[in-house]
């Protein structure tokens, strides 16, 4: 097995996507951690987009890490978090946390790796599948989706709108 | 149609009850007394005229010759319809059921005194049930109908309960729906069972009959028929539930479920466990008769043992079902008959004890026996209307009781002289809870000075009529008889017919 | 005249059900005139119809009346009707009129009492249900009367009900007699299936068409019914019961616990001697425990301090003799004994309630004494009636049925001498233990201070009581006084004649006529004036204890029957199979309370026990 | 175009998830947990991403396209809580949330 051009955009942009979102989970800073988390988004941008799915690739610059971590990075701002409260979130990064997640997360390493590597299906063909087709299928046969998807975001948006009024009002 | 009237006239007047008590507490307690009224004469003249005729000569069960008949479809494709039909037992048991549902209205009359609307509502929608119950003639459409009448009980005793009312009526939801939910699988079951033998799904009864499941799958669905209504019946050992839950209900609860919801039992019994299942059922005969037996006794020395007035009547009536219980599973005809007044019977005279009890609840905020005695000084009319009833349910000859009992006795001897023995000996620890029960209440040294009103015209009135039942039916209770006797000869005859080949006879 | 017979159960009836329903807005006068003139009524119609038939009994001697058919099924017909035959008609009119003076006398006994018109509802109820119970034509029908004067003896008994020992004495009569009534019922329910009817006469057709002489079943079911008979009449093993129903009112023990009710028992077997006669052994067991009886009881009256507890003792034991009479088979002289029995015993029981009246309700006899000159009235009918229960020759009713008994059990074949000896020895005690109380009761110094008056309503029955008592024997007297036989002729067509009399009997007849003239002796030479007072100082022995609480026999039932009741009772109380639910729902809430300490609200807990469970089932997956 | 297997970007996922998770785990602030979640379910979306690609599907972009429609909902309601909490309890400390309990609405 070559390795064409694309693998190795494929193979660089896993590793900085791996890599950064590895970093933002142990920042102490949630901005930096954030921050970390939209590099590795647009990291992940770049993956879908040599997976042959551009129009994904688009909507995770576009709204993941365009929309919905800029207004996680508001909130976080908003929180106006101070010294004395990201060093007590430095005091909680003691090493002896990691060792629980880390032991358990990679058994299930070893397990999924097992799993998948084990596999012995065909590879399969590699195929593009272009935005046309998505949004051709999005609204034809999968509108019920759509629609329901839509009811999702209404929920969350009374919800949010609910739950973020003062409490007197609520009661 | 008029057997849907019958259904329909209840639902409507506890709809119409329900929101009325805005208008004035008065208003839902007079909706019931006319939805009661209206229904009692279109019940009544069932038996006269073409009824009679009807009632004079048995025909089998498919000949279709009913008092009143209905049939409707409901889900045909899981071949469901509404089968209302009423023979002379159904008839007997819902002017009971209507008539101590009046008893039942009047005796809240005073003591409901807050959501009257939704009270009665509940008390007409569980009559509405029961009376479902009784017509029913598709197995669906009765297992419905039996948890109809459940929920609004469970509400009645929940709301308008004593102290301990929550707990009570969890119990008794628990039970009456566990073992219902038992009976619903064994529908469904022998539904399918009758599906796989002829192609036809049906929970039609008429059909149904002729299916007669045997071997351990026919036991194992009569099983569930027979638990559900011995729950119900209640039975040792599944009685528990009975004296927590009449202890706590509102006297009005406690009239119901001890004079109408405890007679589904019995009549489910005859009209479903035993002819649906004959061969089954006289293999368990033994095991049901022995239940019988342990529950009058048991029943009558537990009564002895309680403190508290309402839950000695209410072991009383376990005792007395141990009699219906063993005259069901006897097989015979005169048992069956003793089992159909004993009913009645035991539906009149205690359904007279509790609203008593009530009475005296409601003037001396107790029924603790420690707390009473000497009733007689205060209450002479109350006190003896008391020991009349006492002294009915005990089984005095010469009133109703004693004539199911001694039909019962009599029925049973001939198929096994040692439980109509032992039954009757079960009579003596009857007599000693009924003498004491007298004793601490009415009798002995009057406490201080209550200052407590005897009964009124309006309780001495419903005491009379309910009394006067009583000795009725202990003195002629031939008309009750016959309008019972072609029923049991109809359900007594599918029972021998398919069950001599199958098993022997007791002695 | 007979086509009234109804009337005769129907009018103390009515008058109890007016009396039930309205007798607390009656006044006491009213409640009286209605609850005596019913039971007059009846006896009235009683009396009609009893000079009818003497003037021209019906065709085969029965009159039934039916009135309506109680219940009609396959294999079970009850018909409520009345059956009057010479036997029922005799009881009829004793019941009847020993009941309208009974009435009488407490229209006066009970005057001023709370609850008048309640006790004389009772007292009707009880006339009525009597009635049903010797004129029933069908068992169950009898057995309806049976139960019904059982209840009504159990609320006169408990009539005083602010008393709790009154409401114990009540509650023993009744269920003493309900444990031999379950004997019966399942005698009753034996017939019903043996033979197919409970109308007594085609039952006992059938019963000597289809069973033989002393057959396995009319064995079992005559010693059943035998069994409700000695229960209600209070015979041995049953006999407890008695002395404490004496809580009652006086005229309540008079009627119920003397005269009628407790007869029953004997009216039973009579009724039913066809069936006992297929039974020889059921008649000897009955002999031999009225054997029993008589002497038990005889004994426990010699030593007894209440005079109506000596009475009561009394009852049992005379009615031990009838059934001794029954026993060998000589059912009139049973029938004969009923008759003075019930004149003379109702007599000594309202004269002794007639002296508790003035004496404030005292009852000790030791506490009485020298009431011969202030209340002659009821000296002389109490001495009538002792007289009469002690049998004394020639003037005393008593003498003559009680003779008649004796006979008749001589000849009988097999142990007939033994138990004529019982009984002999039975009569000497009779006469001692009534003379006893005749001496301390009326002679010797006075104790206990006169007061008050007795009207009319008291004198009236004592006096016709009395008469009767010296004049009843005269209906049948032995052959050397003139052998009328009015009796025997009115029961002949049922019972048949008795068998006729050898020689020898004179010599029997002399010590029958003999011995209770040697047991008044005895009671004179003990307790006449003042010599009683060292027996009852002294301190009462072992035996006299025994004698005095009756052989112990409520001790007995109570360690037998009372305490592992109770204990049983004890030991169910809370419900054992409740607690199997408790059981259950006590370990659901254990499970919920350990469970729920897992539920800290801990999020990254959670996510553990997740991630855990997660590694768990992906390693099912893949390994599997 | 690209010889790359399946397998590559699904290993891919599963890293990420697993590396989602462990922050889930790890961290005490809610907002890493808030975030940790939006890993995990972005390695999910990748997952369809890269089932869409093995078959020449368009449902597995549809599919993503669902998840971030999820994404955005729960972030939504997830913030929205977050700044009640750091009200009610003046902390982001998830471990401190079930204190919640006992505080009185």
Sequence with gaps: MSLSGYDIVFYAASAFALLTTAIAITRANPLYGLLNFVLSLLGMAVVFYTLGAPFAAALEVIVYAGAIMVLFLFVVMMLRLDRTAIARESGWLTSSIWIIPILSGAALAGELLYGLLGSTGPAGAHHIVSPQAVGLKLFTTDLAAVELASMLLLAGLIGAYHLGRPARARD | MILAWLLIIPLLGGLLAWPADRITPMLPRAISLATLLLELGLILPLVHGSGAAILSAPSPITSGRWLATFDASWIPTLGISIRLDLDGLSWLLIVLTTIIGLFAVIVSWREIDHSTGFFHANLLWSLAGSIGVFLALDLFLFFFFWEVMLVPMYFIIAIWGHEHRRRAAIKFFLFTQGSGLLMLLSILALAFLHQRQTGVLTFDYVTLLASQPTGRLGTLIMLGFFIAFLVKLPSFPVHIWLPDTHTEAPTAGSVILASILLKTAGYGLMRFAVPLFTAAAHHIAPIAMALGTISIFYGAILAYGQSDLKKLVAYSSISHMGFVLIGIYSFNALAWQGAVILMI????????????????????????????????????????????????????????????????????YAVSPTIAILAAIGLIPAALYSLIAIQRAFHGEANAKRGTHDFGTRETAMMLALGAAVIWLGIDPQPVLKIAAPSIAVLLPITHAAAIPATRRGT | MNHLLWLVPASPLMGATILGLCGTMLPARAAAIIGTASVGIAAFIAILIGLHWYAAAPPSHILIQHLWTWLTLPGLTVDISLYLDPVALLMMLVITIIGTLIHLFSTAYMAGEAGYS?????????????????????????FVGWEGVGVCSYLLVGFWFQDAANGYAARKSFIVTRIADIAMLAGILLLAVKLGTLSIQPMLARATELWPHGGAWPTLAAGLLLIGGLGKSAQFPFQTWLPDAMAGPTPVSALIHAATMVTAGVYLVVRLHVLYLLAP????????????????????????????????????????????????????????????HAVFKALLFLSAGAIAMRLDHEQDIFKMGGLRTSLPLAFWSFLIGAASLAAVPIISAGSFSKEMIL??????????????????????????????????????????????????????????????????????????????????????????????????????EAAGYIVPLLGIAIAYTLYRNGHWQRVAAAEPGALRRLLRTGFGFDALYEALLVRPFMALVRALRHDPVDHVVTLISAATLQLHHTLRRSQIGQIRRYAAWLMAGSIATIALLVFA | MVSLSWHAPATLAAMLFIIGLIGLLARRSLIFVLMSIEIMLNAAGLLFITAGMRWGNPQGQIMFIFVINLAGAELALGLILLLRLRNRLTTLDGDAANRLRDVQA
């Design chain 3, 407 to 508: 006979g008749a059990v001589w000849f009988a074949p097999g142990i007939g001498p033994g138990l004529w000896a019982a009984g002999l020895l039975g009569a000497l005690i009779t006469a001692t233990y009534s003379f006893r109380v005749v001496f301390l009761v009326f002679f010797g110094p006075a104790h206990t201070p006169v007061t008050g008056r007795s009207g009319a309503p008291i004198a009236v029955p004592l006096v016709l009581l009395a008469a009767g008592s010296l004049l009843i024997g005269w209906l049948e007297t032995p052959s050397f006084l003139g052998g009328d036989r009015l009796v025997m002729t009115l029961l002949h067509p049922v019972l048949g004649s008795p068998a006729p009399r050898s020689a020898l009997a004179i010599l029997v």
């Design chain 3, 118 to 142: 309640r006790y004389f509802a009772y007292l009707n109820l009880f006339v009525a249900a009597m009635l049903l119970l010797i004129l029933a034509s069908d068992l169950l029908v009898l």
């Design chain 3, 281 to 340: 052994d059921v008649l000897l067991a009955i002999s031999i425990g009225a054997g029993i009886t008589i002497l038990l009881a005889a004994l426990a009256a010699l030593v007894q301090s209440d005079i109506k507890r000596v009475l009561a003792y009394s009852t049992i034991s005379q009615i031990g003799y009838m059934f001794l009479a029954l026993g060998v088979g000589a059912w009139s002289a049973g029938m004969f004994h009923f008759l003075t």
């Design chain 2, 345 to 412: 019977a035991h539906g009149v005279s205690t359904g007279a004890l509790f609203i008593t009890v009530g009475s005296i609840q409601h003037r001396l905020h107790t029924r603790d026996l420690t707390r009473m005695g000497g009733l007689w000084t205060d209450l002479p009319r109350l006190s003896s209307f008391g020991t009349f009833f006492v002294v009915a349910s005990m089984g005095l000859p010469g009133l109703g009781n004693f004539v199911g009992e001694f039909l019962i006795l009599r029925g049973v």
